[in-house]
């Protein structure tokens, strides 16, 4: 996952959402926060096998959260990846 997200840290934000659409492979329906959500929790979690953990972006969106029963854990996001969920391009 975290893998995922350092191609995604330190884009623009254009050029951080093209690096989405190009890897998701589908057009945003709308720009709306939770599809801005949705899309980086998808780009992130490709090809991950999460192991029964369950993802969701903080609702700061400075990181996503794994729940795993018992433990969570935190996976920072990086300031512009968190700036488009907020802002958008």
Avoid: C
Avoid at 48 to 55: L, P, R, T
Avoid at 64 to 78: C, E, H, K, M, T
């Amino acid at each position: 996952m975290d893998t995922n997200l350092r191609r995604l840290r330190g884009k623009s934000g254009q050029d951080l959402e093209m690096a989405i659409l190009l890897e998701l492979d589908r057009p945003p329906a709308n720009n709306a926060r939770p599809e801005r959500e949705a899309r980086v929790l998808d780009f992130a979690l490709r090809n991950v096998d999460m192991h029964g953990w369950d993802a969701a972006i903080t609702p700061d969106a400075s990181a996503i959260r794994l729940d795993g029963g018992s433990v969570a854990l935190d996976i920072a996001l990086g300031a512009t990846v968190s700036a488009y969920i907020a802002d958008g391009a």
